[in-house]
């Protein structure tokens, strides 16, 4: 069977929203810095809610942040 | 090594557990190796000091690491983080609850065999096993904050 996992891209959108910080970033979203790193590296699925956030903070749409693909 | 604001808060309790648990191990062993003649009024006193050890040194080492350390102090639990105090409770509740059941049963044997015997000729067994259960209810309070703190910070370390 195949196994799926939840990538993103926050590394790249964070870059190209003048090298956003992962503070800057965790202090919108409403989390920790260590979170924000977390999924980053993704250890960490979040909740909708705060994929959501995420996706919000950088003004894009859910699927263009979050992608669930085979590994 | 990048720790957060609650994950140093965790190591903070689990330190002052260790060195509290050193300091008082051997007071708590000198009452086991009593057994069942162990006074009360030594029991009782021992349990009140380690609990007020205990409650001072918390908040004095928690008060500190506050004045160091600002970033996070003032923010309240993100979703991950009361992930990982779920999953490290339920380490520690089993621990507890495995604990205690092991407790009430000892006790229960001890009730049926004669005053004063012991299920094994083992020291060990016999100086745990016929002190008084308040004694070893701190034994096992004890162990599962201290499985508790460390499953928190392994899944603080592990990530996920």
Redesign the interface.
């Known amino acids: 069977m195949a196994h799926f996992v939840i990538t993103n891209k926050i590394r790249e959108l964070r870059f190209f929203a003048d090298e956003m910080t992962q503070s800057a970033l965790a202090e919108q979203v409403?989390?920790?810095?260590?979170?924000i790193?977390?999924i980053e590296?993704g250890?960490?699925s979040?909740?909708l809610e705060?994929a959501f956030k995420i996706a919000q903070a950088f003004g894009k749409p859910l699927q263009d942040v979050f992608f669930y693909e085979k590994q | 090594m990048s720790l957060s604001y609650r994950e140093k808060t965790v190591w903070v309790s689990l330190l002052v557990s260790l060195i509290l648990a050193s300091y008082f191990g051997s007071q708590l062993q000198a009452l086991f190796s009593v057994g069942p003649a162990v006074d009360a009024t030594a029991v009782s006193a021992l349990l009140l000091k380690i609990v007020i050890a205990f409650i001072v040194v918390e908040v004095v080492m928690h008060a500190l690491l506050a004045m160091e350390e600002q970033e996070g102090a003032d923010e309240p639990e993100d979703e991950r983080e009361a992930t990982f105090r779920f999953r490290a409770n339920e380490w520690g509740y089993w621990c507890l609850s495995i604990g205690v059941i092991i407790c009430i049963i000892n006790e229960l044997m001890n009730k049926q065999l004669a005053e004063g015997a012991a299920i094994s000729d083992n020291p060990f067994f016999q100086s745990f096993g016929l002190a008084p259960l308040e004694l070893k209810l701190v034994i096992v309070f004890w162990l599962s904050e201290i499985v508790r703190f460390s499953a928190h910070l392994y899944y603080y370390r592990k990530g996920e």
């Open positions: 409403g989390v920790t810095r260590q979170t790193m977390a590296k250890k960490y979040p909740s705060v």
